[in-house]
C-alpha cells in the first residue's frame, strides 16, 4: 500500500503509538522508583506527553478534513486515532488516581501491570510499522495475537491482585483506592487490545 506525503497516515500512527510508549515507560518508571514527593511533577511530564499526543491527533484530524481520497476508510483512521489516543489518556490517568487516593507505597501487582502495559505498547508499535503493508505482512497477526495475550495476562492479574488486596489489607481507603487503581491498569490493557482489534477489523475489510 502506497505512503507519500498525501497519505501518510501511517506514519502518524506511528507517531501517535511513540506517545503511547513514553507514557507506558513513564508510568513504569515511576511506580519503580516510586516517590510520593516527586509525583507532581512526574505527572506534569506525563501530561505533557498527554497533551503532545492530543495535539497530533487534531493534526490527523485536520488533515483528514481535507483530503477526499485516504489509503483506508476515513471511519477507521477516525477510530483507530481515538482509539490509540485513548491508551496515552488512560495511562494518564493511572498515576491521577495514585496521586488523588494519596498512596504512599506501591503494590508489587502495579508494577507487574505496569511491564504488561510497555510490551503492549512496544508490540502495538510493531503492528504499527507493519500496517501500510498489511496484505503482504508475515508479522503482524502475530503481533495482534501477543497482544490479545498480554490482554489475557492482564485479565489474570487484575483478578488476583483484587483478591490479594481483599484478603491482606484491612484498610478501607487503600482497598478503595487499590480497587480504583487496578481498574485503571487494567484498562490500559483493554485499550491497547481494542487498539489491535480495528487493526483486524481494517485487514479483513481490505484483503
Known amino acids: 500500500m502506497a505512503r507519500n506525503s498525501a497519505n501518510n497516515y501511517f506514519d502518524m500512527f506511528i507517531e501517535l503509538v511513540d506517545f503511547c510508549c513514553a507514557a507506558a515507560k513513564n ?23 498527554e497533551h ?23 471511519e477507521d483512521i477516525i477510530s483507530m486515532a481515538q482509539e490509540i489516543d485513548d491508551i496515552t489518556d488512560s495511562i494518564e490517568d493511572v498515576l491521577l488516581r495514585i496521586y488523588m487516593y ?7 501487582e502495579a508494577l ?11 508490540v502495538l508499535k510493531r503492528v504499527m510499522q507493519d500496517f501500510h503493508n498489511f496484505k503482504k505482512s508475515t508479522k503482524i ?16 492479574l487484575y483478578v488476583d491482585a483484587v483478591r490479594a488486596l ?24 483493554d485499550n491497547c487490545e481494542d487498539v489491535a482489534d480495528v487493526v483486524e477489523s481494517v485487514i479483513m475489510k481490505n484483503t
Open 102 to 108: 494519596n498512596v504512599k507505597t506501591i503494590r508489587p
Open 27 to 49: 508510568l513504569h518508571q515511576t511506580l519503580s522508583r516510586f516517590d510520593a514527593e516527586k509525583l507532581p511533577e512526574t505527572m506534569k511530564h506525563l501530561h505533557d506527553i
Open 141 to 156: 497477526h502475530d503481533d495482534i495475537i501477543e497482544i490479545n495475550r498480554l490482554e489475557e495476562d492482564g485479565d489474570k
Open 52 to 74: 503532545a499526543a492530543d495535539l497530533k491527533k487534531h493534526e490527523m484530524m485536520k488533515k483528514l478534513a481535507q483530503e477526499f481520497i485516504t489509503p483506508i476508510e476515513r
Open 112 to 122: 507487574a501491570f505496569s511491564s504488561i502495559i510497555v510490551d503492549s505498547c512496544e
Open 166 to 189: 481483599y484478603t491482606s489489607c484491612k484498610d478501607p481507603i487503600e482497598i478503595m483506592a487499590w480497587t480504583e487503581t487496578f481498574n485503571r491498569l487494567e484498562r490500559c490493557c
